[in-house]
């Protein structure tokens, strides 16, 4: 298993938070997510044989966050 962090912008309440942990649980091959609306991340664990990271990038920019390099 894989774990990635990604810096999160635009989420400003804890519903934003429900969206994007909603969004990457929901990517096959995560087997887990913790969304943290201070400092504004997202600490995923996924299978790399399953998902890549600008999938779960993508994934989050989706739902209308953003994800800064």
């Known amino acids: 298993m894989e774990h990635a962090t990604m810096n999160v912008t635009g989420m400003s309440c804890q519903g934003c938070v429900a969206s994007v942990t909603r969004v990457l649980k929901?990517?096959?091959g995560v087997s887990d997510v913790v969304v943290e609306l201070q400092p504004?991340?997202?600490m995923v664990t996924y299978d790399?044989?399953?998902t890549t990271l600008p999938v779960l990038k993508a994934a989050i920019?989706?739902?209308g966050y953003d994800v800064p390099a």
């Open 40 to 42: 504004g991340r997202a």
């Open 48 to 50: 790399a044989n399953r």
């Open 61 to 63: 920019e989706d739902a």
């Open 26 to 28: 929901a990517v096959p």
